[in-house]
């Protein structure tokens, strides 16, 4: 169910909305690969009549599962925007879709929490990465290990 507010009980009151929304009702349409949101999202608000304007203001915490973009690492990061603030206009070219005196604030919180998404996600800020791997074999034994000349060696010995 959308998180759907009716102006005419904010006319009289300051509403306080706690509880969940799930991930299908936020309908993220993620198509990255480096993160998802499986688990619901949780909310506390506080949503008050503010002249011809709605005001919202509290916190989102959502667990993200991610990809590090470094070694590949599948790990969750906890996305907390704990001052949310959104300004909403009743009236005017900025005006928000009413129905029936209801605003549906999901779309704007859904927007506030695809801003706060990792551009590149980290498991940790030290990730090296990918481990390389070596295409040499280490020498038989009995043999001599194969030195390289470097290129900078021959160019060195270049009388300019």
Known sequence: MALIVNLRLLSQE?????GDLSPAELDFGLQDAMFQITQPVAYD???AMVEDALLVRGQLQATLDCECVRCLQRFTQLLNLAELTI???????????MDNDNVDLTPFLREDMILEF???PLCKPECAGLKKTSEKQAPAAGEKPELKVSAW??????KL
């Open 14 to 18: 300051t509403l306080f909305l706690q």
């Open 45 to 47: 608000l506080e949503v």
């Open 87 to 97: 300004h909403l206009p009743l009236t005017g070219d900025e005006a928000v879709t």
């Open 118 to 120: 990792p551009q590149h």
């Open 153 to 158: 060696a021959e160019l060195n010995k270049l």
